[in-house]
């Protein structure tokens, strides 16, 4: 940082504000959010699956995949991933709240399959192919397991799959309680953490582990079977999809205009939406990975 001070103070107001108009327009669930997604799903995982991802995980993980889940979104600039910008959303016709893979799934120039469905699928597709000795060398698949991990988060997260013209809510500038924030921003992390604040004393841990009992013990137990039947990729992908879109029209955008200030109200009653989407993200992660390397259950119908 030392060379940024000198720089005159012009200098310094042009290159802030050139850092913030290089921000992303969109991050995916906080830092928070996949975390607690990738952690729920490496908890679930069958002993094959369990191995195969350590064994992909690089040293400095510790054999912690949610150490690595958020990296998709700190090197979606870079030049090298560039390409892989438009893999973390799906922008849908605005007011139409529907979605639709052939219409929608598509980069910013209409490249096809550029989306976060078609990304799943090309990621768990490229993971198939590494445990049945077919992959492409030029492949990594350190960097599948680690994007596939982190899109799961993504399609679940419901103003991911947003209308076009405000970006998936990113245009959308509102209060979050007293601080400024943007309808986008809310359902990637501030219902997130002011949850942390006031119920959970700020520890992820005391979070995930209410998630994680409600699922193997509690409100969604009898859910979980129906959230991860999956016979065939794609066709589950586009629910995922949908299911995100029909709430970001009935919960997230409903009722909300720009300059407005959201709080205790919208809070409450999105809360359990959001703690269910990060369940429902960790389940779902975890089915797939136990497909593509767990011995005993069953693959997917149709090969990827
Ligand atoms: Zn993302």
């Known amino acids: ?43 679930l995982l069958e002993p094959e699956a369990a191995e195969a991802v350590e064994n992909l995980l690089p040293q400095h993980a510790n054999g912690d995949l949610s150490s690595l889940c958020v990296w998709p979104d700190q090197i979606r600039h870079w030049y090298r991933y ?20 052939s219409r929608d799934c598509h980069d910013p120039h209409g490249v096809k399959n550029m989306c976060v ?10 993971l198939l192919h590494f445990r049945e000795g077919t992959s492409d060398r030029r492949h990594n698949m350190t960097e ?34 007293r601080h400024k924030s943007n309808l986008h921003h ?23 582990e209410d998630i994680v009992g409600n699922i193997t013990d ?40 720009s300059g407005q200030t959201l709080a205790d109200e919208y809070f409450n009653s999105r809360m359990p939406i959001v703690m269910k989407r990060i369940a429902q993200g960790g389940v779902r992660l975890a089915m797939i990975l136990n497909k593509v390397f767990g011995e005993s259950e069953e693959g997917f119908a149709t090969a990827t």
């Open 1 to 43: 940082m030392a060379k940024l001070w000198r720089l005159s103070s012009f200098g310094f107001v042009l290159f802030l504000g050139l850092a913030l108009m290089l921000l992303p327009r969109t991050q995916g669930w906080s830092k928070e959010g996949h975390i607690l997604t990738c952690r729920i799903a490496q908890g």
């Open 218 to 257: 509690g409100i969604w137990f009898d859910d979980v079977a129906s959230w991860k039947e999956c016979d065939d990729l794609l066709p589950c992908l586009n629910k995922y999809a949908t299911e995100s879109i029909n709430i970001a029209c009935k919960w997230a955008y409903k009722g909300v205009e």
């Open 117 to 126: 469905v078609g990304a799943i699928q090309n990621f768990t597709s490229q």
């Open 186 to 208: 809310v359902w990637d992390r501030e219902i997130v953490l002011t949850a942390l604040k006031d119920y959970y004393e700020k520890d992820l841990d005391n979070l995930q």
């Open 144 to 177: 599948a397991l680690l994007f596939l991990s982190h899109f799961m988060g993504d399609v679940h997260q419901p103003m991911h799959v947003g209308f076009t013209s405000d970006q998936g809510g990113n245009t959308i500038a509102l209060r979050w309680f």
């Open 82 to 101: 560039r390409w892989t910008s438009p893999l973390h959303f799906i922008d849908t016709p605005d007011d139409a709240c529907t979605y639709d893979y």
